[in-house]
DNA sequence: AGGTTGACCTGGACGC
DNA sequence: TGCGTCCAGGTCAACC
């Protein structure tokens, strides 16, 4: 479901509805595969704390927490492709797969709800600041952007969806700055020209602040924390519209796999 | 080490 | 209506 727009909106709603929040008791389902570290584990770490702060780093959202007379810690989570974050009053039904509800101090609880079952759960304790897998896609400048993609063999758009290069970037948002860049996907990182790898640097930043300004893409059933429904598909310009004309010169758009992952694009536009 | 592929899951859309 | 097939915003282990 959510790449980084969508999962900055998920924590950006989260922080307001939850921040000085205590966690009182935590439930977990027992579906081992959704913990990243053990329930038990992450029920003891949970349990107590205050939450400081709820923030974006790649696509895991990250909560700060602060414990009194314990090491700090961060409640890490990762939403996969049909992850969810609500907060509700306890007497609204969990929905189906939930996997975890957090009871806060006013009443209210924050569920974890996940079908797929893609998403993970997971704390960290101790000083040590969470920073991700690579770099980060809205502050990275654009040199050490081209120098992330130095002697890679790899296709383009691989390398964009490679999370320990840069993290945050998922299908839609890679296929969207290719096509504004005016790039074709398969083409080889290592091989691209500084030029191209600067435009592809402002056309990435840019597609992502607007998506983040319009609270992401709802393609399906991606809504945020408040049920609300992002607006960046209204923009797609190639994702999910294979066979469909190009918005620029109005050949018929290309479907391919890359990185095993369904991309379009456009033949005549993108070199 | 860098790069590629398939497995992990459920549910919605589509065709017959 | 129902059943089968395909597809999906993401990782990650296991290969080459």
Redesign the pocket.
Known sequence: ???LP?VETVANGVDARVRGRRIQRVWTSGKP?TF?STETEIVATLTGARIELVRRV???IVMDLLRTGRKPAQFLV?L???GRLLVSQPEVPWP??THAVLSLSDGRELRFVD????G?LSVLTGTAVYHG?GKEPTTVSADEFSHLFK?????IK??L???SIL?G????YADESLFRAGIRPRRQ??KLTRAQLATLHGALQQVLAQAIELG???????VDADGVR?FF?LEHKV??RAGQPCIRCGSVLKKIIV????TVYCPICQH
Do not use: C, W
Request: hydrophobic share 25%.
């Open positions: 479901m959510p790449e969508e595969q990243k790649g696509k895991t990762h996969g492709m049909t189906a797969h079908p797929r079952r893609f993970r897998p002697g890679r063999r790899l296709a691989a390398a969806l490679n999370q993290h970037v998922g299908n839609i990182a290592g992401g893409s709802s393609v399906s059933d991606y992002g598909q994702y999910s990185g095993g992952r369904t």
